[in-house]
C-alpha cells in the first residue's frame, strides 16, 4: 500500500467516524426537542430516521453533485439492500426470530412496496425522476399524515368501520414501535448531559452536528472515491457496497437493540422507515433537483431490482409467518451475499 493509498485508508475512517457519531447524538438531541414540542412519537421517530438516514443521504448527494451518478445512486439503493439484510435478516439472527403482527406488516408495507417500485420504475427507465418523486410522495405523504393522527381524529376518517379499526390497531402498533425506537436511540447512544427535556442548547448541538454530518460525510465520499480508483474498484461497488454498508451502521445498531428486546413491530418500522427516506431524499428528490439521468441496467438496475424483490419477499414472508424466524434472517443474509457477489464478479 503507498503512502498516498494509507492516508486515505485513514481519512476514510475517521470521516466515517465522525459522521457515524455526530449522526448518533444528532438524534437524541432531536429526540429531546421533539419532547419538549410535542410533537407525536410517529412524526418523531420518522425524523430520528431522516437524522439516522444522514450521512448516507448526504453522501448520495455529494456523488451526485460531483457527477459520480453510479456512485451516489448506488450508495442509496445499497443501503436499502443492506439495511433489509442487517436490521430485518440479521436481526432476527441474533434475537432468534422477530414476531409482527399481519396489521402492522400490511401498514408498513404498502408504503415500502410503493416506494420501492417507483424506484425501480426511475432507474430502469420507465418514469423519470421528477414523476417518479411525485408518485412515491402520493402514498409517502398520507402514511405520514394517518402516523401523526391521534386516535380522535383518525375515528373521524371515512373509512368502512372495519378498515378503521384494523388501521388504528395498526397505527397504534406503529406509534408503539416509534417509541422503542426512541427508547433504543437513548439507551444506545450515551447522553453526556442528563435526559431533560430539550432546550435552546439541544438546538445548537443539533445544528452543529448536523454540519458535522455533512462535511465529514462529502469528505467520506471523497475519499472512498479516491481509494476506489486508485484500487481499481468499480464505482457501484464503491457506493452500493462499501459506502452504503458504512453510512447504515446507526440504524444496524438500533434495530439488533430492538430485535434482542423483542419489539418486532419497531425493528420493521424502523427498517423500511429508513429505506423509504433514503429512496425519497437521497434519490429521487436530488436526481429530480439536479436533472440526473440515470442510465437503465447495470448495477444501479441490479440494485433496484434486488431491492424490490427483497421488500416484496420478506414482507410476504412476515404476514405469512407472522415473523421473521432465525432460519429466514439466515436466508435474507444469504440473498444479500448473492447480491454483493453479483456486483463484484
Known amino acids: 500500500m503507498t503512502a498516498h493509498s494509507a492516508a486515505l485508508v485513514v481519512a476514510f475512517l475517521l470521516c466515517a467516524a465522525v459522521s457515524l457519531a455526530a449522526s448518533a447524538l444528532l438524534i437524541v438531541r432531536i429526540e429531546r426537542l421533539g419532547h419538549r414540542f410535542g410533537v407525536t412519537e410517529a412524526v418523531l421517530g420518522l425524523t430520528a430516521a431522516l437524522a439516522a438516514d444522514a450521512p448516507e443521504i448526504t453522501s448520495a448527494i455529494t456523488a451526485l453533485v460531483r457527477g459520480q451518478r453510479d456512485v451516489g445512486v448506488g450508495v442509496i439503493l445499497g443501503a436499502n439492500v443492506f439495511q433489509l439484510a442487517a436490521l430485518l435478516g440479521l436481526g432476527a439472527?441474533?434475537?432468534?426470530?422477530?414476531?409482527?403482527?399481519?396489521?402492522?406488516v400490511v401498514f408498513e408495507g404498502l408504503a415500502a412496496v410503493w416506494v420501492a417500485l417507483v424506484a425501480l420504475a426511475v432507474v430502469g427507465g420507465g418514469v423519470s425522476a421528477p414523476v417518479g418523486l411525485v408518485v412515491a410522495l402520493v402514498v409517502f405523504v398520507?402514511?405520514?399524515?394517518?402516523?401523526?393522527?391521534?386516535?380522535?381524529?383518525?375515528?373521524?376518517?371515512?373509512?368502512?368501520?372495519?378498515?378503521?379499526?384494523?388501521l388504528g390497531m395498526a397505527?397504534?402498533?406503529?406509534?408503539?414501535?416509534?417509541?422503542?425506537?426512541?427508547?433504543a436511540i437513548e439507551e444506545a447512544v450515551e447522553d453526556v448531559t442528563g435526559r431533560s427535556r430539550g432546550g435552546q442548547f439541544d438546538g445548537v448541538v443539533a445544528l452543529v452536528c448536523l454540519v458535522a454530518v455533512i462535511a465529514a460525510s462529502v469528505a467520506l465520499e471523497w475519499s472512498a472515491s479516491e481509494l476506489g480508483h486508485e484500487w481499481g474498484v468499480s464505482d457501484v461497488v464503491l457506493?452500493?457496497?462499501?459506502?452504503?454498508?458504512?453510512?447504515?451502521?446507526?440504524?444496524v445498531v438500533a434495530a439488533i437493540y430492538l430485535a434482542r428486546r423483542g419489539r418486532g413491530a419497531a425493528?420493521?418500522?424502523?427498517?423500511?422507515?429508513?429505506?423509504?427516506?433514503?429512496?425519497?431524499?437521497?434519490?429521487?428528490?436530488p436526481t429530480a433537483v439536479m436533472g440526473v439521468v440515470i442510465a437503465s441496467g447495470g448495477g444501479a438496475g441490479i440494485l433496484a431490482v434486488w431491492y424490490v424483490l427483497m421488500t416484496l419477499g420478506i414482507l410476504a414472508w412476515a404476514y405469512l409467518?407472522?415473523?421473521?424466524s432465525r432460519g429466514?434472517?439466515?436466508?435474507?443474509?444469504?440473498?444479500?451475499?448473492?447480491?454483493?457477489l453479483t456486483l463484484v464478479r
Open 171 to 183: 397505527v397504534d402498533d406503529e406509534v408503539e414501535s416509534m417509541e422503542a425506537i426512541e427508547e
Open 328 to 340: 429466514a434472517g439466515l436466508v435474507i443474509l444469504a440473498v444479500y451475499a448473492v447480491v454483493v
Open 142 to 166: 398520507p402514511y405520514v399524515v394517518v402516523s401523526a393522527m391521534g386516535p380522535a381524529r383518525r375515528a373521524r376518517l371515512p373509512l368502512p368501520a372495519r378498515l378503521s379499526r384494523a
Open 321 to 324: 409467518r407472522r415473523g421473521i
Open 93 to 104: 439472527l441474533v434475537a432468534g426470530g422477530i414476531m409482527l403482527d399481519r396489521r402492522v
Open 267 to 285: 425493528t420493521l418500522s424502523e427498517a423500511l422507515n429508513s429505506n423509504r427516506i433514503n429512496t425519497l431524499a437521497g434519490f429521487l428528490l
Open 239 to 251: 457506493g452500493g457496497v462499501v459506502i452504503a454498508a458504512v453510512t447504515s451502521l446507526p440504524n
